[in-house]
């Protein structure tokens, strides 16, 4: 069975520091990683995956993220925070199994400070 | 492209009525397609998986006769809150699988029932 944990229900940045959102997961397969970002009363919006190759991900809005097999982690981040990146980000993870099923991280919500 | 449209974005009912949000694919074909909920403050829980013109595989706990899903088409699908009570309360997320992307999902913009 696959899980992902986020470390920090709530992380609090000011503007232009660096944004670091942590993600672990557990899966017996190699996994398939995910970041998701939503918007109060929207749907979630695809940041950017991993699904084979290169390790380091390069997503929409100037967020990346690493795959670390051995640490079992796919942190996200961002150089510099911008008061537009204020939200709620999920973290999912699947595996190749045909189901196509998620499992998503219970969320981190970023909040900004000018 | 690839973009799911669903509606309601918000309703508000009495209980013991039922309530449909419809999840529709505008430019694609979608054969499979995704019900989620979520509760405030937390994360996604799925529901169910339905495949066109077939019926949908729900998950442990979730009671399939009080959430209908209908996915009779390739563009629609539609999840029915049947006999809502307030505890049905929560934000409804569907999302479609993108053809030709394994893991390449668009989810709707969702719903948020309100029963009192």
């Known amino acids: 069975a696959q899980s992902v944990t986020q470390l920090g229900s709530h992380v609090s940045v000011s503007e232009g520091a660096l944004v670091l959102l942590r993600c672990n997961y557990s899966?017996?397969?190699?996994?398939?990683l995910f970041w998701y970002v939503q918007y109060p009363n929207q749907g979630l919006q695809l940041l950017l995956k991993?699904?084979?190759?290169?390790?380091l991900v390069k997503g929409i809005n100037g967020f990346e993220a690493e795959f670390k097999k051995s640490e079992t982690s796919f942190h996200l981040t961002k150089p510099s925070a911008h008061m537009s990146d204020a939200a709620e980000y999920f973290c999912a993870v699947t595996v190749s199994s045909g189901t196509y099923k998620y499992i998503f991280g219970t969320g981190t919500r970023l909040k900004v400070l000018a | 492209g690839a973009v799911v449209s669903q509606h309601p974005s918000w309703v508000i009912c009495k209980s013991g009525t039922s309530v449909k949000i419809e999840c529709r694919s505008l430019?694609?074909?979608?054969?499979?397609m995704f019900w989620y909920r979520q509760f405030p403050k937390q994360s996604l829980m799925l529901m169910a998986t339905s495949n066109e013109g077939s019926k949908a595989t729900y998950e442990q706990g979730v009671e399939k006769d009080k959430f209908l899903i209908n996915h009779a088409s390739l563009t629609l699908s539609t999840l029915t809150v049947t006999s809502a009570h307030p505890e049905d309360s929560s934000f409804y997320i569907c999302s479609a699988k993108i053809p030709g992307f394994n893991y390449g999902y668009t989810f709707g913009s969702g719903t948020r029932l309100t029963v009192v």
């Open positions: 899966s017996s397969v190699p996994p398939y």
């Open positions: 430019d694609f074909q979608a054969t499979t």
């Open positions: 991993y699904t084979t190759g290169a390790t």
